[in-house]
C-alpha cells in the first residue's frame, strides 16, 4: 500500500495532540462491516457505507473501498460510460492505474497517490477503466470512490473536474513520528489539502505504524467517519463519553477503545477531538503490519435526500426529472450500477 510516502517523516510538520483541558475526545457511536460486492465490470469492492444510516454520514453518500485486487492478465475491469447528477465523486488511487474521461471534457490518469474528484452537478456522463496495457498485464489495483452531495443550491452547478497529483497533498505527522497524515482535502490542525469542495469537509489518509497513537483535532460542526482499509486497530478513546445515535451493527460501546479491522468503518459521536490506535506488530496482519484508515467528516446538509442509481437529488420529482432527461438523451444511457438504490430512497 504505497499510496503516498516519505523518506523521512521526521521532517515533516506535525499536529500536536489536541489540549487535553479544552479536547472533547469523540466516543465511538457504531462499528459496521463492510458487506463485499461488485462495482461496473465487475471488479471487487467493499461498500463502506453499507447499512449506516444517510443521517450519520451526511454529506456523504455512498464510499467504496476498490480492491485490493491482484489481477492476471486480461482480468482488470473498469465502468462503462454512465450519467450522474447532483453530487461529487472522488476517486482516490492507492495501487494500480486507472483513466476518467467525461462529456464535460475532464480526464486523465491516476495512479498512486492521486485523486479525481469530478463534479456532476446538473450532470455529466462519465468513464472510469485501467489503460489497455494493464488490461494486457495485470496487476495489483486498490482505491477508493467516495460520493459527496450537493446542498440543493448547487446541484445544477456546471460540471467540473479536478486532477489532483499525490504530490500536491499536504504531508503532516503525528508528534512522535509514528503516523504519516495525508490532507487529500479540507483543512487539519492548520494544514489545507488541494481538494476544492462545494460541501465543506475534511478527507485524510492515515498510516500508523504499529503501537502508534493518532489523536488529532475534528471540527465539533462535523461529522466524523473512520474507515479501516487495512489492518488492525482501536478507535476511540477511555476517557470519551457515551456518543448517542443510532446506525450500524454494532453501537452505544460508552467510554471505551473499541477493536477495528480492515473493512469496517466507525461513526463518531460528537466532540472536537478523535482517537485512532493501531496494535503492535505482533498483533498485525503479516501482510499489514501498518494500520491504514481514512478519515473524513463533513458539515451536514441536512436536507431531505432522494436518491436513485446514479442520481442524487432532493425530491421525488428532481428524480423523475434527472431520469426523463436520461430517457430523452439529454444525459447518455445508464447501464447497472450495482448496489446503488433501483428504487427512489428518500429521507
Known amino acids: 500500500m504505497p499510496a503516498i510516502t516519505v523518506d523521512d517523516i521526521t521532517v515533516l510538520p506535525r499536529i500536536p495532540e489536541p489540549d487535553p483541558l479544552v479536547a472533547r475526545q469523540r466516543a465511538v457511536q457504531s462499528v459496521t462491516v463492510a458487506p ?4 461496473g465490470e465487475g471488479f471487487p469492492v467493499r461498500r463502506a457505507f453499507s447499512g449506516v444510516d444517510l443521517s450519520d454520514l451526511d454529506p456523504f453518500i455512498h464510499l467504496d473501498q476498490m480492491g485490493e485486487v491482484e489481477y492476471a492478465p486480461g482480468e482488470p475491469k473498469g465502468t462503462p460510460w454512465h450519467p450522474h447528477r447532483g453530487f461529487e465523486t472522488v476517486t482516490y488511487v492507492i ?3 486507472f483513466e476518467h474521461a467525461d462529456s464535460n471534457g475532464g480526464g486523465g490518469v491516476i495512479t498512486n497517490g492521486d485523486t479525481q474528484w469530478m463534479t456532476a452537478g446538473a450532470g455529466i456522463l462519465h468513464i472510469e477503466k485501467p489503460p489497455e496495457w494493464l488490461v494486457a498485464k495485470g496487476g495489483l489495483f486498490h482505491g477508493f470512490q467516495l460520493w459527496v452531495n450537493l446542498p440543493a443550491a448547487q446541484k445544477f452547478s456546471a460540471p467540473r473536474y479536478q486532477d489532483i497529483r ?4 499536504a ?8 503516523v504519516l497524515l495525508r490532507v487529500i482535502a479540507g483543512e487539519l490542525a492548520g494544514h489545507a489539502g488541494p481538494g476544492s469542495t462545494y460541501s465543506p469537509m475534511t478527507l485524510v489518509h492515515a498510516t500508523l505504524s504499529p503501537g502508534a497513537r493518532l489523536s488529532i483535532p475534528w471540527r465539533a460542526d462535523y461529522n466524523a467517519l473512520v474507515y479501516v482499509m487495512a489492518g488492525l486497530g482501536r478507535v476511540g478513546d477511555p ?5 448517542g445515535g443510532s446506525g450500524g451493527t454494532t453501537h452505544g460501546f460508552g467510554s471505551e477503545a473499541v477493536p477495528v479491522q480492515t473493512g469496517q468503518l466507525t461513526v463518531f459521536g460528537p466532540g472536537n477531538a478523535l482517537t485512532v490506535s493501531a496494535l503492535p506488530l505482533g498483533q498485525q496482519e503479516v501482510r499489514s503490519p501498518n494500520l491504514d484508515v481514512l478519515i473524513l467528516g463533513g458539515r451536514p446538509i441536512g436536507e431531505p435526500v432522494a436518491w436513485m442509481g446514479p442520481f442524487v437529488m432532493n425530491t421525488r420529482e428532481e428524480l423523475m426529472q434527472a431520469v426523463s432527461d436520461y430517457q430523452a438523451g439529454r444525459l447518455g444511457s445508464i447501464p447497472a450500477i450495482h448496489g446503488a438504490p433501483t428504487t427512489i430512497q428518500e429521507r
Open 36 to 39: 463485499k460486492g461488485y462495482e
Open 95 to 97: 495501487d494500480g492505474v
Open 166 to 169: 499525490a504530490s500536491e497533498v
Open 171 to 178: 504531508l503532516v505527522s503525528s508528534p512522535d513520528g509514528g
Open 239 to 243: 476517557g470519551a463519553s457515551r456518543a
